[in-house]
Nanobody
Framework: QVQLVESGGGLVQAGGSLNLSCAAS????????MGWYRQTPGKQRELVAL????????NYADSVKGRFTISRDNAKNTVYLQMDSLKSEDTGVYYC????????????????WGKGTLVTVSS
């Protein structure tokens, strides 16, 4: 099975920065897409950023373009989210996801999710 574990959340003042990390573990051979979603108070879970395996394709929510940067290390099966110029509306639980995971025995088309890490931005 595949597990995702996020880290790096916390409390930060508006205008500050945080760097989230998410490591996937298991008998993983490759992961097609990795990225981040978030659930903010009163809203449904939304895409924040997603990156293809080779990094040639990235998608960002309009609300974070120019402030957040996604990156990944395929050798470590890890995805990162550098968040700068944070705003109070960025407060929420950030979830890591992996889509199209190949292990030594199985290809999983359904996404895997981490348990989430809380980001709180104080104004």
């Amino acid at each position: 099975q595949v597990q995702l574990v996020e880290s790096g959340g916390g409390l930060v003042q508006a205008g500050g920065s945080l760097n989230l990390s998410c490591a996937a573990s298991g008998t993983i051979v490759s992961i097609n897409a990795m990225g981040w979603y978030r659930q903010t108070p009163g809203k449904q879970r939304e895409l924040v950023a997603l990156m293809s395996r080779g990094g040639g394709s990235t998608n960002y929510a309009d609300s974070v373009k120019g402030r957040f940067t996604i990156s990944r290390d395929n050798a470590k099966n890890t995805v990162y989210l550098q968040m700068d110029s944070l705003k109070s509306e960025d407060t929420g639980v950030y979830y890591c996801t992996s889509v199209g995971v190949s292990t030594t025995t199985t290809f999983y088309s359904q996404p895997f999710w981490g348990k989430g890490t809380l980001v709180t931005v104080s104004s």
